[in-house]
Each structure stands twice: as structure tokens, then as C-alpha cells.
């Protein structure tokens, strides 16, 4: 390999690290902060906005056993259940045709 690969691949690496350390600070000063209650947030909020961003265009259909798993996982609060009613649910919407 030529030299501005070698140079590539090393500055690749230092940004790589230069971002994992820069997270560290910033996660360390927000946690002594008044918004530390964002980083108590932070995985539910990155769940819903990856679920919301996957149903925009979808079918009705996706929409609705969406809506079942939304339903179950407020009642029952159990991680597996909600995915198995909400496959099931999709399963049988599509069965149906719609």
C-alpha cells in the first residue's frame, strides 16, 4: 500500500477516536448539568424516532398492527409480547388484505 492510504487509514482512526472522546466530554458535562435528564431519555427517544421514521409511508396496514403493538406494549409492558402481537397482527392483516 502506497503512503496516502497508510495516511488515509490513520486519519480515519484519529477522527474515529477524536468522536468517541469528544462523546465522553459532552456526556460528562451534560450529566452535571440541568438536562441530565436527557441522557435518561436518550434510548427511548432514539427507539420511537427510529419506529416513527420507518412507518412514514407505509401501508395502513403496517400502521395499524403498529398501532396493536403500541397498545400491548402500554399494557402489558413486556417486550416479547409486543412483538408477538404485533407480528401476529401484521400476519393477519396481510392474510386479510389489507
Do not use: K
Amino acid at each position: 500500500m502506497s503512503f496516502p492510504f497508510w495516511m488515509l487509514i490513520v486519519v480515519l482512526a484519529v477522527a474515529a477516536f477524536s468522536i468517541r472522546v469528544l462523546g465522553l466530554f459532552a456526556g460528562d458535562t451534560i450529566r452535571s448539568s440541568r438536562f441530565s435528564w436527557v441522557l435518561d431519555e436518550l434510548p427511548g427517544l432514539i427507539v420511537v424516532s427510529l419506529v416513527a421514521s420507518s412507518l412514514a409511508g407505509q401501508s395502513i396496514g403496517v400502521w395499524l398492527a403498529a398501532s396493536a403493538a403500541l397498545v400491548t406494549a402500554y399494557f402489558a409492558n413486556h417486550v416479547i409480547l409486543t412483538m408477538c402481537v404485533g407480528v401476529a397482527a401484521y400476519g393477519g392483516l396481510v392474510w386479510v388484505g389489507l
